[in-house]
């Protein structure tokens, strides 16, 4: 069974996929009226999103794989 690496390729795709949506969702919000800007920065949003996505993520990485052939 042949091990997995992870490259400075796949590192650097991922920082700037991230670096992407985090600038695409200030951008977005700046369209927002301020009512909504309202809600987006002074309630627990932000944090909400935040503990989901995170645990999207770590639950990608703990899923086990089925073998490969």
């Given at each position: 069974m042949a091990e997995r690496t992870v490259g400075l390729r796949e590192v650097l795709?991922?920082?700037g996929l991230s670096v992407a949506i985090v600038?695409?969702?200030?951008?977005?919000?700046?369209?927002?009226?301020?009512a909504l800007q309202?809600?987006?920065f002074?309630?627990?949003?932000?944090?909400?999103v935040l503990i989901v996505g995170t645990a999207?993520?770590?639950?990608?990485?703990?899923?086990?794989r089925p073998p490969s052939e």
């Open positions: 795709v991922v920082a600038l695409g969702a200030a951008i977005a919000t700046s369209f927002l009226p301020n309202e809600v987006v002074r309630s627990p949003l932000l944090i909400i999207g993520l770590l639950w990608g990485i703990a899923r086990p």
